[in-house]
């Protein structure tokens, strides 16, 4: 499906939507509340079948916190990126999607471990590779370590 | 006697026990610990603790510039050192809209076959080892030796190189480069089959590894187990095919793609696989545009305000890259999608069931690289 049908599908589908300019794929925002819905429509309609979860990114956009998805469809061959965002940072919650596409898991925690997003529903939702007694949330931007870090 | 033994026996029967497997163990290739669930031998559930070697490599790049980055991808998946810095090089490359010369191509996707084919080596010896044939490790390191003799003439490093800079290569090629390469292939093609004779095709590897870790097609996808892992499962997901870059769209190769799922499957993968990489750098070789080494670039790279996404073939699977630039000279956000993070998530769903020993060979087949998990 090219980039014009998939633009009028997903609106079709989420009206809420906001599709963004990108150079190689559509790059579409979703209210956090309309993620579950969108995420399972384009892994179940067939013809959209988004059955690969290539990157799952946790950013911090100063202000908001949140996530991009990239999927991918191996039968399609069309890729579509999905952003989503929470403006609560003390105590941000998303909607998970790893009983969806499984690789989430893993991502999700790591997203939870650097980022300190709680994903809702998520089975196993420990932090991954920082130390349980770590304190604060590394890859956020107000992120201050006067121990560890080194400022150049 | 009977008696004495009995209550034992039922007692580690009937209860499930966690052991560590790890951080310090010869098969888990790194500082990985595997909590393994056990009831007998029989493994039930298993749980990956990573983070041991975490240095944060995403945090440090948001006060890197984009040159600097690609010394630390070097220290990502170090097998796959080359690759991963193609991986940065070409995302600013494009975010740049910058054309490379023909010769940088050529000469990248060489390297990048040289890089994968002394990966698989390592992967070879070791997954001998794991399983028991020491000879293995020898053979393996051996031929690898010689690709990182090529490596160091040329780049002036054998491991990590940052040979590739953005629009780029750091320095030409050694004059002797083409040649050491043709002489290498003559030398590997035989050895090879040496490699089938001692390790293919051996009774006792495959009966300890055909139908162990079996992993379907789907469950591949959905898990994201990419690369030559993938593949033994059925699943077409070769970057350099289906999103090629370089000069992978001016040669002919075979996807190889085998459909049992199982660790003898992801083994075979591999092992074509190093037989491809050398077609790839045969077609080639003797084809080296002349030209510049280097496209025209400025001094200081500050990537326009947006969003940028870019994927390669690691030996082990897809590495993505993704930036978020605000236009400045470091990147606001940068997320590396390495192979072996996603691979490793696999482990546990594909090794309940069975023995304790076969996780060795399953964990071996999946090749995982630990510091591309920890990053």
């Known amino acids: 499906m090219d980039r014009e049908k998939l633009k009028e599908k997903i609106q079709g589908l989420v009206p809420e939507i906001l599709p963004e300019e990108n150079k190689d ?7 956090a509340a309309q993620l579950r819905k969108l995420v399972l429509a384009l892994r179940n309609e067939p013809d959209l079948s988004f059955d690969f979860l ?27 990126e999905v952003k989503v965002k929470t ?12 009983d969806i596409w499984r690789t989430a898991e893993f991502h999700e925690r790591e997203v939870y471990d650097l980022l300190g ?33 080194v400022e150049l | 006697m009977k008696e004495i033994i009995n209550p034992v026996a039922k007692h580690i029967e009937e209860e499930e026990y966690h052991i560590n497997m790890g951080p310090q163990h010869p098969s888990t290739h790194g500082v990985l610990r595997l909590v393994v669930s056990l009831q007998g031998e029989i493994v039930k559930s298993l749980k990956p603790h990573c983070g041991y070697i975490h240095r944060g490599i995403e945090k440090m790049c948001e006060k890197d510039t984009y040159p600097q980055i690609i010394h630390l991808t070097d220290r990502m998946d170090y097998l796959s050192a080359h690759i991963n810095n193609h991986a940065v090089c070409l995302l ?7 054309e490379v010369p023909e010769r940088v191509k050529y000469i990248r996707t060489i390297v990048d076959e040289l890089n994968r084919i002394a990966s698989h080596q390592l992967w070879w010896c070791s997954f001998g080892m794991d399983l028991g044939g020491l000879t293995c490790f020898f053979y393996g ?21 940052s040979y590739y800079t953005p629009g780029g290569l750091m320095q030409d090629i050694h004059p002797e480069f083409q040649k050491n390469v043709k002489d290498f292939i003559k030398y ?7 490699y089938d004779r001692i390790l293919s095709g051996n009774v006792i590897m495959q009966e300890r590894a055909r139908g162990v870790g079996k992993l379907s097609k789907e469950d591949a996808i959905s898990w994201g187990v990419t690369g030559p892992s993938g593949r033994g499962s059925g699943y077409s997901c070769d970057v350099r095919k289906h999103h090629p870059y370089a000069a992978y769209d001016k040669v002919k190769f075979n996807e190889v793609l085998l459909h049992e799922g199982d660790t003898l499957a992801r083994y075979m993968v591999r092992m ?27 001094a200081v790279i500050k990537l326009p305000a947006g969003e940028y996404f870019q994927r390669v073939e690691a030996a082990r699977g897809t590495l993505a890259v993704y930036v978020i630039s605000d236009g400045n000279k470091t990147p606001f956000r940068m997320k590396f999608r390495s192979p072996n993070f996603s691979n490793l998530s696999v482990l546990d769903h594909v090794s309940r069931g069975c023995k304790i020993a076969d996780l060795v060979a399953i964990g071996g087949s999946l090749d995982l690289v630990i510091p591309d998990i920890d990053r």
């Open chain 1, 25 to 31: 794929f559509l790059a579409v925002t979703v209210p």
């Open chain 1, 117 to 149: 997003i709680r994903f809702n529903n998520h089975p196993d939702l420990r932090k991954i590779f920082l130390d349980e007694s770590w304190v604060g949330y590394p890859l956020r931007k107000d992120y201050v370590d006067d121990v560890n870090f």
């Open chain 2, 272 to 298: 074509h696989e190093m037989r491809e990489s050398m077609n790839i750098i045969e077609q080639l070789i003797d084809n080296i545009p002349a030209g510049d080494f280097s496209a025209k670039m400025k």
């Open chain 2, 188 to 194: 590997f093609r035989k050895k090879i089959r040496d």
């Open chain 2, 92 to 98: 600013v490359e494009k975010a740049l809209e910058v």
């Open chain 2, 141 to 161: 390191l051996r031929d690898r030796e010689k690709i990182l003799d090529i490596f160091e003439q040329s780049f002036g490093s054998r491991l990590l190189h």
């Open chain 1, 87 to 98: 403006a609560d940072r003390e105590n941000p919650v998303l909607e998970t999607v790893c």
């Open chain 1, 54 to 80: 290539v990157c799952l990114t946790g950013v911090d956009w100063g202000k908001e916190l949140g996530v991009v998805y990239h999927f991918e469809s191996t039968q399609h061959k069309h890729m579509l």
